[in-house]
């Protein structure tokens, strides 16, 4: 399809731009998904020709990943799935550079080294991305046919492949002053969003929205015969809540709220879309029980 075709053509054209121009912005990170034993990190391996290798070590550590990154060509992310969302976000921001400036330790001042390398990643999952955004640096890529990728195959033709995109490198310098253009566009831009939302993970602050949202929406009995199975049955709902009444009628959890539960709860309220009061207030219905405090309000019944 046009996003897949897109993505490997931006990924070989940019790999020959960082050999070619070094520090050419190509922020971009394919990710090969399929079952393990797929072949996935053997192919990354024969793009890369001698100068693949695995990316290894603390990524926050700058001098540490130029040793790595020296004399490499395409080097391999394993395993996104297995990192936390910090370090995914730490992720997210080295793939984005197009310099590194550290002092290397036989070295007497820093030195500026020019991106000359790109990053592919492989996964055997289907949700690795720990993002609220999505992650919009990531092209999932799906290694669904039969069987295993065609290797072999590859190794034969490989260097065609590049010849190919050295080509087209070419062919884009004349069209281009400056950066090229190695990015999606059109329908494949619009595909990648959508892929890279499937394979979000669902966050803890997420899955915590849905159950406040369920609990929010259920009907409250306007006396004690009230019955929720009767749909003639008086119903009301909920219209305003609060950070401590979600704690303690929803989560059935005594005290106060810690304050890492409370910014939970706080930022599942955002999900759920209720609007909140710009400060403490204590003229609602529900300060009476909790007080004054922060109230959410249901949209469209604001006062």
């Given amino acids: ?5 897109q993505a490997s053509l931006m990924t070989f054209v940019g790999a020959v731009a960082r050999v070619m121009r070094p520090g050419h912005k190509f922020d971009f990170v394919p990710i090969l998904e399929g079952a393990q034993g797929k072949g996935k990190s053997t192919f990354i391996e ?27 060509w395409i080097l391999e992310i394993g395993e996104l799935s297995s990192m936390a969302r910090a370090e995914v976000n730490d992720l997210k921001a080295f793939v984005s550079r197009t310099h590194d400036k550290v002092r290397l330790a036989w070295e007497k001042r820093a030195k500026e080294f020019p991106r000359q390398c790109i990053f592919i990643g492989s996964t055997n999952d289907r949700e690795y991305l720990r993002d609220q955004t999505g992650g919009r640096r990531f092209w999932p890529i799906v290694c669904k046919l039969v069987g295993q990728i065609d290797n072999p195959r590859l190794r034969r033709e490989i260097m065609q492949v590049w010849a ?18 190695l990015f999606l566009t059109d329908q494949a831009a619009e595909q990648a969003l959508v892929m890279q939302e499937s394979r979000r993970v669902e966050s803890s602050e997420e899955m915590l929205a849905g159950k ?3 609990w929010l929406d ?8 009230f019955d ?13 809540t609060s950070v401590q009444q979600i704690w303690e009628e929803m989560l059935r959890r005594d005290g106060s709220v810690p304050h890492t539960e409370a910014m939970k709860i706080g930022k599942a309220m955002l999900i759920v879309g209720w609007h909140r009061t710009e400060g403490p207030v ?22």
């Avoid at 024969?46 to 490499?72: A, C, F, H, R």
């Avoid at 204590?282 to 006062?303: D, L, Q, S």
Wanted: hydrophobic share 30%.
């Fill in 1 to 5: 399809n046009e996003y897949n075709r």
């Fill in 46 to 72: 024969i793009l890369g020709l001698q100068w693949y290798n695995e990316l290894t070590g603390d990524i926050s550590d700058p001098k540490q990943m130029v040793e790595v990154m020296q004399g490499s």
């Fill in 164 to 181: 190919e995109a050295l080509h087209i490198f070419h062919e884009m310098e004349k069209q281009y002053n400056g950066t090229l253009p």
């Fill in 212 to 214: 406040i949202e369920a």
């Fill in 218 to 225: 259920q009907p409250v009995g306007t006396d004690e015969d």
């Fill in 228 to 240: 929720d199975l009767d749909p003639n049955a008086p119903k009301t709902f909920r219209n305003e």
């Fill in 282 to 303: 204590t003229a609602r219905e529900i300060n009476k029980k909790y007080g004054k405090c922060r109230v959410y309000v249901r949209p469209g019944t604001e006062i």
